[in-house]
């Protein structure tokens, strides 16, 4: 399995993945129907500096991916995704440890990140995390 860099060029890769993540209403986020670049935001997204995208790719094909932001000290993993077929193999790890790399190359204190608890088993998530020695700091 890579882990690649999403860049400019790899909008319609981010928003497949995106859309397979957080569902076909996330397109709307990412995409503006009534531009003449329908792919303006995303590209604007993938050019920002204090962002990283980066996706694990099997051969050819998108296996998952990861979304993460800087502010401050601290490094945001706001989305993390694997398809079905590919977990259990190392694959939401090798993307973990890609955003955790670059929060260590930023000199960043803290990871965060959030569980949402609209997905289908929150707890297994939030196990796998603690798993990998983060700590829950609340709970909403």
């Known amino acids: 399995m890579d882990i690649e860099k999403l860049v400019e060029g790899d909008e319609v890769r981010f928003v497949n993945l995106m859309v397979e993540a957080r569902g076909p209403q996330a397109a709307s986020a990412f995409i503006n129907l009534s531009s003449s670049d329908p792919l303006f935001p995303v590209k604007k997204k993938l050019k920002k500096s204090n962002r990283e995208d980066w996706a694990a790719k099997d051969g050819s094909i998108d296996a998952g991916i990861i979304s993460s932001t800087v502010s401050g ?3 945001t993993v706001n989305t993390l ?21 670059w929060a260590e190359e930023l000199g960043t204190v803290m990871i965060k ?28």
């Open 73 to 75: 000290n601290a490094v």
């Open 113 to 140: 990140t959030s569980v949402d608890r609209e997905i289908e088993d929150p707890e297994k998530v939030i196990n796998w995390l603690q798993g990998r020695g983060y700590q829950i700091d609340s709970s909403v």
């Open 81 to 101: 995704f694997v398809k079905e077929q590919y977990r259990r193999q190392g694959t939401g790890q090798k993307l973990l440890e890609r955003a955790e790399k």
